[in-house]
């Protein structure tokens, strides 16, 4: 700094001046070649940078290349390496960004490109737009969301201009600093590779099942034809599709029963082949693929092509396909294969060819009972209310179509358990279910709102914080960092057992600012600003608190926008989904996740705490370097 100090004394006795980028620079936009034209990218050769390739603030490629025709249509141009970029729009925290090319290039219109003259260093320049990134945001900010600048606003910006020769100190001292920054980070990207692979592994708990066709594993046939004349008042049962979709809505069918003779009955059986106990019938005709497990020996006939029968086979538990078959994936598969019929039909052939998944069939038996016994509490009109059958009945359908994917790839997912009047506590029937779910799979996937409430510390006013002594009080800019605001010790010990508070180790989560960050709670004095800095109150024999940190890390955080800034309401958290094994295989996670955590976060020795001291001094020494006054 010495020598900087000399140069500035020596070359600027009377300030630094103070110029406009438009003085000393050539800026321009870029432009987009059609997408629509071929020939403007197949091929291409000419690296073309978008707005969002800015973010790697050391432009060295491009994702993305085109032809001369391409550029010769349109009126971007070409920038050289060692060159400046700004983005002008962009969403999220690209507009206001700064990169500078290590290429030519061209660019998109978004991207703002800034030529410097021999006056000013380019990489001065880099340098001095980084630290103004907050300042550009706001200038672009406008009256909507997204906002922008413009080349107006670019050229117009103010810039310290010193003489090259303390430019050319300046950038070799943040160079350094940016560069090591550079060799650490990329060290600790690698480690961090290796975390996150064995953390993502561990928390991805998959089954996948063999999917095998129909036909493959059993037989399906249809009836010998029966004439409506040939029908009865009494006798042998004559099933016709309406029959089963009565049967399945649990209502009457409203054209009444129908019957053939024990004569006819046994005249066609021998034909067509008996229909006998845990047989599959299926529409094949109206309101296709419906199906209905035949409960009994009991002598049946069905309508030919209107039904279609599947025999049983030990292969499949006729109950498995039965809830398969209802499942969101065979109705999807369904549209596929009938949507160009004028009236649908689901036809022996296309029977024979649907492909089925097949866990083993313990798997398959454990799916059964978990469903049949949701079907039974839907379809049960005693139990409750009309409103409380219709929750069931959506309940019942979510499980089944989740459990029911999950055999085939493990996206299994437990929804939030419904509240019943007739029935025990929520969270009772929530841990009842979860229990259930691990005994199918050994493991579930569940939402946060059923791990345990979502609470918060009592509301405290500016007024009650001092800046001097006290109790900690984090608020989210110094959420997991050092408190810069204090509470009374009598505010803390009256708020503290009258109203919400983290126990020791409780994992408690920032709602804005830096959307989940996690501290977890040490157990010592301190307080928490009520609605930015929450937690879950949960049941330890579900869910380890050491296992939820790890599962916050990893979980995408859906924030809602709209508001001053973005941020977790207690509604995003409770609808986050994890997995969750049983409590011991919970210990074996976090054992082997915090052996990689200890290499990647000692903040005492490690690359972190090395980066981070690495940054604030290059952040120190720019800003002091580029702050000449005005």
Same mark, same amino acid.
């Given at each position: ?10 070359l ?15 800026? &321009? ?23 969002? $390739?800015?973010?790697q ?5 491009? $994702? ?56 000013v260093?380019s ?31 670019? $050229? ?11 430019q ?21 990207t690698? *480690? ?41 008042? $009494? ?10 979709i009565?049967? &399945? ?14 004569d006819?009955?046994?005249?066609l ?15 094949g005709?109206g ?31 006729s109950r498995?396909l ?13 549209e ?76 299994t ?7 019943? @009047? ?12 979860i ?5 199918v799979f050994?493991?579930?996937r569940? &939402? ?24 900690p &009080? ?21 708020? @503290? ?19 989940? *960050? ?62 969750v ?21 000692d ?10 001291? @690495? *940054?604030k ?14």
């Amino acid at each position: 700094m010495s020598k900087l100090d000399e140069l500035l004394r020596e070359l600027c006795p009377n300030g630094v001046e103070h110029k406009r980028i438009g003085d000393f620079a050539m800026c &321009f936009p870029g432009a987009t070649p059609k997408t629509t034209h071929p020939e403007y990218w197949e091929n291409g050769t000419i690296p073309w940078m978008s707005s969002g $390739e800015v973010n790697q603030e050391e432009v060295t490629f491009t $994702e993305k290349k085109i032809t001369q025709k391409g550029y010769d249509a349109t009126s971007t141009k070409m920038v050289p390496a060692n060159t400046v970029v700004i983005a002008l729009e962009g969403q999220g925290k690209t507009r206001g960004s700064v990169a500078i090319t290590r290429i030519s290039l061209c660019t998109n219109q978004s991207l703002c490109a800034i030529v410097t003259d021999e006056t000013v260093l380019s990489e001065y320049l880099f340098h001095y737009m980084r630290s103004q990134y907050l300042k550009l945001r706001d200038l672009s900010a406008g009256n909507g969301t997204r906002g922008g600048l413009n080349m107006k606003m670019i $050229e117009s910006y103010l810039v310290p201009v010193p003489p090259v020769e303390i430019q050319s100190e300046i950038v070799g001292i943040l160079n350094g600093f940016t560069n090591l920054l550079m060799e650490l980070t990329a060290e600790l990207t690698a *480690r961090k590779m290796q975390y996150s692979y064995y953390r993502d592994n561990l928390l991805s708990f998959n089954m996948p099942a063999s999917k095998k066709k129909i036909g493959e594993i059993t037989r399906v046939f249809s009836a010998a034809r029966v004439h409506k004349n040939e029908w009865t008042q $009494e006798g042998v049962p004559f099933y016709r599709s309406s029959d089963v979709i009565s049967k &399945f809505n649990g209502v009457e069918n409203s054209r009444g029963k129908a019957y053939i003779s024990f004569d006819l009955y046994k005249r066609l059986s021998a034909k067509s082949g008996k229909i006998m106990k845990d047989d599959i019938l299926i529409t094949g005709g109206g309101t296709i693929g419906i199906p209905y497990v035949v409960p009994s020996d009991e002598p049946i006939y069905v309508k030919d092509a209107d039904l279609l029968c599947i025999q049983k086979s030990k292969e499949f538990n006729s109950r498995f396909l039965y809830h398969y078959f209802l499942s969101t994936e065979f109705r999807k598969y369904l549209e596929n294969i009938t949507h160009n019929a004028t009236i649908a039909h689901y036809t022996i052939s296309q029977i024979e060819n649907t492909p089925v998944p097949l866990p083993p069939l313990d798997v398959q038996t454990r799916i059964v009972n978990v469903l049949d016994n949701f079907e039974k509490i839907c379809s049960d009109l005693n139990i409750g209310l009309p409103a409380e059958i219709e929750a069931r009945q959506k309940q019942y359908e979510y499980y089944r179509d989740k459990l029911l994917t999950f055999a085939e790839n493990g996206n299994t997912i437990l929804s939030r358990a419904e509240q019943s @009047r007739a029935e025990q506590s929520r969270a009772e029937q929530s841990r009842a279910l979860i229990k259930l779910l691990q005994y199918v799979f050994g493991y579930v996937r569940i &939402f946060l709102g059923d791990v345990g409430s979502i609470c918060m510390c009592k509301r405290i006013l500016k007024s009650q914080t001092n800046t001097v002594r006290g109790v900690p &009080f984090y608020k989210i800019g110094t959420f997991g960092k050092e408190a810069d605001a204090y509470i009374s010790q009598e505010t803390f010990n009256e708020y @503290r057992s009258k109203y919400n508070f983290p126990k020791k180790g409780d994992v408690l989560i920032s709602a804005a600012g830096t959307i989940g *960050r996690t501290v977890v709670y040490d157990g010592k004095p301190a307080y928490f600003q009520d609605s930015n800095i929450v937690w879950i109150d949960n049941d330890e024999s579900i869910v380890l608190n050491s296992y939820l940190r790890y599962c916050y890390e990893l979980k995408p955080w859906k924030a809602s926008e709209g508001g001053t800034i973005p941020r977790l309401y207690n509604d995003n958290i409770a609808k986050a989904v994890i997995a969750v094994p049983a409590i011991e295989e919970q210990k074996r996670v976090v054992s082997i996740l915090d052996r990689f955590d200890a290499i990647c976060n000692d903040l005492t020795g490690g690359l972190p705490a090395e980066i981070e001291a @690495r *940054r604030k001094q290059y952040e120190y020494y720019r800003d002091k370097l580029l702050n000449f006054g005005k």
